[in-house]
């Protein structure tokens, strides 16, 4: 199944170029739209501690979308990791140390996702599974989030909810959360990428 629908994909392409040479016609370019600031973007973690419902936001970052003939291409995000705001400061203390995100050594921690898979659409609302590699802490892993993109006059939304269990702390992090974390996490993102002609 996956080797025909690899197959399947690979055909498209070489009809269209061989369509578009024929005819004259040029490819489409690649378009990079950048993600507009803290407070119109964010990207905020939720867990629960003891039982109590925690979230933080990281209020310095950038990401860009790469979209050719207005179709997604790629994401890249990198996220400063000690721009945490929470009203926890133990907590984000806990989680700056060396075991957890280890701020002092890595303050940055990126995801960039050169495949994006369309999974389903709704009204205006394309589903797509972007796969990638995480980089955090120190440590580099492939990582699958589900994407959620629209467009309006404005620009482009996309917008992330994907829960992250304590398997995927253990291999991404150090150590895993323990302490720290009960058995989930979740991270939200609202990114909104203004038109390049509405800037």
Request: net charge negative; with cysteine.
């Amino acid at each position: 199944m996956g080797v025909a629908l690899c197959a399947a994909c690979d055909a498209s392409p070489r009809s269209d170029a061989a369509d578009n040479a024929r005819l004259g016609a040029q490819p489409a370019p690649e378009t990079t739209l950048r993600a507009a600031p803290f407070q119109s973007s964010a990207i905020t973690l939720i867990g629960t501690v003891s039982r109590q419902t925690e979230a933080w936001t990281f209020q310095r970052f950038t990401a860009e979308l790469h979209v050719k003939a207005s179709i997604p291409t790629a994401l890249e995000v990198a996220i400063d990791t000690g721009s945490t705001a929470t009203n926890n400061p133990a907590l984000k203390v806990r989680l700056a140390d060396r075991d957890l995100l280890d701020v002092v050594a890595h303050p940055q921690a990126t995801f960039r996702a050169t495949e994006l898979r369309e999974l389903s659409r709704a009204g205006d609302v394309v589903t797509y599974a972007a796969t990638g590699v995480l980089a955090l802490a120190g440590r580099t892993n492939s990582a699958t989030i589900p994407l959620e993109i629209s467009h309006s006059s404005a620009g482009t939304e996309v917008h992330v909810t994907a829960n992250i269990d304590r398997r995927a702390w253990q291999t991404a992090l150090l150590r895993g959360p323990e302490g720290v974390f009960d058995d989930r996490l979740q991270i939200q993102a609202r990114l909104i990428f203004p038109n390049v002609d509405s800037r």
